[in-house]
């Protein structure tokens, strides 16, 4: 396959990336970067979007692609054959969920059901017998990751998709994936992950008209580059499909948490694009029960320790450059000079950002306008800090200062409103913010078990000293998982 990307390929600049100077300057990408094209570069642009034609304009779009300043339009590149793709299905169990998915399938693509030593071993065989599927029965249970891997040895196809038994996918959603592999530098992309709505016979409670908005699954809709200290920084395996040959030995084995991230964040290591595609959607069973609720966010949560034993300050809850962490840590303060003190540094930095763009045609403008992002990035990492990742240390705060209690206060409201108004669930906004905090809760002290029983706190710490003051806003959400 050719390095370049091929004539007819287009992309379009991502929804975060901003454009100024009648387009000759961008900023966003992941992590955010600002970059002046030139004069020529400007003028492949159409709009926001390059059609792949000439060197010129594919060394363009190939660039932006690797800086995540832009994205693929997947409906209008060509067509891959589903021959070309293995379903990989690991199961325990669950006999009805995997009827479910083959049933949707409908046959059209080849399937390879991994039974992970299921109780009724009986009852999948037969569902998986009666589709049409290859069975791959394991003598012992191996978990997720290891359930995989025997399924993705036995694919012989360029393509693999891993579909978990209680997603509900229809074919033409892996048709619409493949094409993203006309792209030769993609390992990997992921769909959109909604859960089951009533129509299916899904029960309807207040967690499960949460979990529709704001599941750990459904990472929202902005397509990306997935990557450590991007918008999208990884990806569930809940339904990923995947180039067989960007893979290697595929999970890592004995992972039962995590396992996702691990694999996407490695082949983003070794230089491969894994692509985020909310354009194409699947459905999860998501849990609704209350317990069982929490202790999925919690049990995600346990997987930031393994992260960060892997892959250092890529686990990083926030990522904050000095500057940011004197603005923010002056407003805490809540004193008298605080407002003072935080405009003095925020007025340097934007002094030695004009000097940084002095090739705009409005440096100070521009400056000013990425402080600004820069300081709300910080605002918004710092809030995820007190509610989700620290809450033990904000709830200690809390029994002795009335100032620890006013900032945790203020960013519970405004983390609810801002959340409530951006993904406008069917349910009130008393119970949105409960259900929001009750998952912050759950998720933090998951990561706080992991940390006491891996006797590390790696997975606790900010990165302050890899961050850059021209980073034009947050790098990493603080809420991926």
């Known amino acids: 396959m050719s390095d370049r990307l091929p004539d007819g390929f287009v992309v379009e600049l991502g929804r975060e990336v901003r454009a100024y100077d009648g387009g000759r ?26 059609r792949v034609a000439d060197p010129w304009s594919e060394r363009l779009a190939a660039r ?9 339009v997947a409906r209008e590149l060509p067509p891959v054959e589903l021959s070309e793709v293995t379903v990989v299905v690991p199961v325990r169990d669950r006999p009805a969920e995997l009827d479910r998915l083959l049933a949707g399938l409908g046959g059209r693509v ?29 003598p012992r249970n191996v978990g997720p990751a290891g359930a995989r891997n025997a399924g993705l040895a036995r694919v ?5 998709a891993f579909v978990d038994s209680d997603v509900v996918v229809d074919p033409d959603a892996v048709a ?10 993609v390992a990997a992309v992921a769909p959109r992950v909604l859960g089951l709505d009533a129509s299916a016979g899904r029960r309807q409670n207040w967690i499960s008209r949460y979990e529709a908005v704001r599941s750990s699954l459904d990472l929202g809709p902005v397509p990306g580059t997935v990557r450590p200290r991007s918008p999208v920084g990884w990806v569930p395996s809940a339904c990923l499909v995947a180039r ?3 893979l290697g030995d595929g999970y890592a084995d004995g992972m039962r948490v995590a396992e996702d991230v691990d694999l996407v964040w490695r082949l983003a290591a070794a230089a491969w694009q894994v692509r985020y595609e909310p354009a194409v959607a699947v459905r999860h069973d998501h849990r609704t029960g209350f317990r069982s609720w929490l202790g999925r966010k919690a049990f995600y949560g346990t997987g930031a320790h393994t992260l960060a034993r892997r892959h250092g300050v890529a686990v990083a809850p926030a990522a904050l450059a000095p500057w940011s962490v004197a603005a923010v ?22 002094v030695r950002l004009t000097r940084t763009v002095s090739r705009s045609d ?22 995820a800090l007190l509610l989700r990742h620290w809450w033990p240390l904000s709830l200690a705060g809390c029994l002795v200062s009335r100032r620890v209690r006013r900032a945790v206060l203020v960013a519970a409201l405004a983390d609810g409103i801002v959340e409530y108004r951006k993904t406008r669930p069917r349910l009130d906004p008393v119970r949105f913010v409960v259900a929001r905090r009750l998952d912050d809760l759950a998720y933090g002290a998951g990561v706080w078990a992991g940390a006491v029983r891996g006797r590390s706190a790696r997975s606790l710490l900010p990165d302050v000293r890899g961050a850059s003051g021209r980073s034009v806003s947050g790098p990493a959400s603080g809420r991926s998982g």
């Not at 059901?113 to 394991?138: I, K």
Request: aromatic share 2%.
């Open 25 to 50: 300057t961008l900023v966003g990408g992941a992590p955010p970067r600002l970059i002046h094209l030139t004069g020529r570069a400007a003028t492949i642009l159409s709009g926001r979007r390059i």
């Open 64 to 72: 932006l692609l690797a800086l995540g300043m832009a994205d693929p």
């Open 110 to 138: 080849a399937v390879i059901v991994v039974d992970d030593r299921s109780d009724d071993a009986a009852a999948v065989a037969e569902v998986a017998g009666r589709h049409g599927a290859e069975l791959v029965a394991l």
């Open 156 to 160: 012989r196809t360029p393509y693999v």
């Open 176 to 185: 619409t994936l493949l094409r993203h592999f006309h792209h030769p530098g």
């Open 244 to 246: 067989v040959a960007a």
């Open 329 to 350: 840590g002056a407003l805490l303060a809540q004193r008298r000079w605080s407002a003072p003190a935080a405009a003095v540094v925020l007025a340097g930095v934007s």
């Open 362 to 383: 409005s440096p100070r403008r521009l400056a000013a306008v990425l402080t600004g992002l820069g300081l709300a990035g910080a605002l918004g990492q710092t809030s």
